[in-house]
T-cell receptor, first 113, second 115 residues
Framework: KQEVTQIPAALSVPEGENLVLNCSFT??????LQWFRQDPGKGLTSLLL?????REQTSGRLNASLDKSSGRSTLYIAASQPGDSATYLC????????????FGSGTQLTVLP | NAGVTQTPKFRVLKTGQSMTLLCAQD?????MYWYRQDPGMGLRLIHY???????AKGEVPDGYNVSRLKKQNFLLGLESAAPSQTSVYFC??????????????FGSGTQLSVL
């Protein structure tokens, strides 16, 4: 069964710093990996989706990389801003199922002004 | 364009009561999902549907039932609520299978407390 781990569970940084969030998964036979953002009391918003054939995906100040062989993905946030404060979750399709995602527990990011 | 809409946003139940959560999407998506989110446990799939009239069990289906009578709506029912069902419930939808690089779109959630 696929398991997804995100470390650290919480991170606090000063505004302007570049930072990296980590995601690891146990079964490397994945179709893709998604990174989501969740604001307090809100639903999840898909930020980036990396296909299994890709190494990375970029959107604005966000860059996500994928290393299937090592079972790892990173989300890089450049020049962090207080508005980036949120919980970031990664998710991969469940082993043997094309219809279910397995989510990590998320990293709660706080960017201090 | 509303996307995925969940009602109600908050609800308090007594043990043994029943209720239905409604999810509506206006994106003409085939696939719809119900997740629950608990502290430290991430999101877990309860039930899902691959099209109108279909439903399937997810990871934690016990104590819940679902129906997809119309393509745009996906209902989650609790027949006899238990305190263990206190959670935040999220509905989501996608165009197709998640293995085909389809993004998942979420509603804003329902906070349910069972006393």
């Amino acid at each position: 069964k696929q398991e997804v781990t995100q470390i650290p569970a919480a991170l606090s940084v000063p505004e302007g710093e570049n930072l990296v969030l980590n995601c690891s998964f146990t079964d490397s036979a994945i179709y893709n990996l998604q990174w989501f953002r969740q604001d307090p009391g809100k639903g999840l918003t898909s930020l980036l989706l990396i296909q299994s054939s890709q190494r990375e995906q970029t959107s604005g100040r966000l860059n996500a990389s994928l290393d299937k062989s090592s079972g790892r993905s990173t989300l890089y946030i450049a020049a962090s801003q207080p508005g980036d404060s949120a919980t970031y979750l990664c998710a991969v399709p469940q082993t043997g199922s094309a219809r279910q995602l397995t989510f990590g527990s998320g990293t709660q990011l706080t960017v201090l002004p | 364009n509303a996307g995925v809409t969940q009602t109600p946003k908050f609800r308090v139940l007594k043990t043994g009561q029943s209720m239905t959560l409604l999810c509506a999407q206006d994106m003409n998506h085939e696939y719809m999902y119900w997740y629950r989110q608990d502290p430290g446990m991430g999101l877990r799939l309860i039930h899902y549907s691959v099209g109108e009239g279909t439903t399937a069990k997810g990871e934690v289906p016990d104590g819940y039932n679902v129906s997809r009578l119309k393509k745009q709506n996906f209902l989650l029912g609790l027949e006899s609520a238990a305190p263990s069902q206190t959670s935040v419930y999220f509905c989501a939808s996608s165009t197709g299978q998640l293995s085909t690089n389809e993004k998942l779109f979420f509603g804003s959630g329902t906070q349910l407390s069972v006393l």
